[in-house]
């Protein structure tokens, strides 16, 4: 085999086993995004969410409304529950960060 086609052979190699490795974390990633909970707590400036992944770390603290101006805090529970289930729903489905625009805060009933 000429020096040229072992070098083809290492670069094939080395894609297909980049290729596995990459698809691989992925696969453990969204299996991991599946069993994502959350937690509502009282703040200085109002209501606030975590969001935990099945093994209890931290994924998410927002001690303040997402993608609005200001350090206010949720009025409600409620309110902070809502936007915490919309965050774990766009993890889920691959958005990460789960970004939070002012008007599904709107449609939510948040703001």
């Known amino acids: 085999m000429s020096r040229r086609n072992k070098s083809i052979l290492l670069l094939l190699v080395l894609a297909v086993s980049a290729f596995f490795f990459v698809f691989r974390k992925n696969?453990?990633?969204?299996?991991?995004?599946?069993?994502?909970?959350?937690?509502?707590?009282?703040a200085e400036n109002g209501w606030g969410y975590r969001i935990f992944t099945d093994d209890t770390l931290l994924l998410i603290q927002q001690d303040v409304i997402p993608g609005m101006p200001g350090n206010d805090g949720f009025n409600s529970e409620a309110?902070?529950?809502?936007?915490?289930?919309?965050?774990?729903?766009?993890?889920?489905?691959?958005?990460?960060?789960?970004?939070?625009?002012?008007?599904?805060?709107?449609?939510l009933g948040v703001l």
Request: charged content about 20%; aromatic content about 6%; overall charge positive.
């Open 79 to 107: 309110k902070a529950a809502a936007t915490a289930n919309l965050v774990i729903s766009k993890i889920r489905n691959g958005l990460f960060p789960p970004t939070v625009s002012p008007a599904e805060l709107d449609s």
């Open 27 to 42: 696969e453990r990633q969204t299996a991991r995004a599946r069993n994502l909970t959350y937690q509502t707590f009282s």
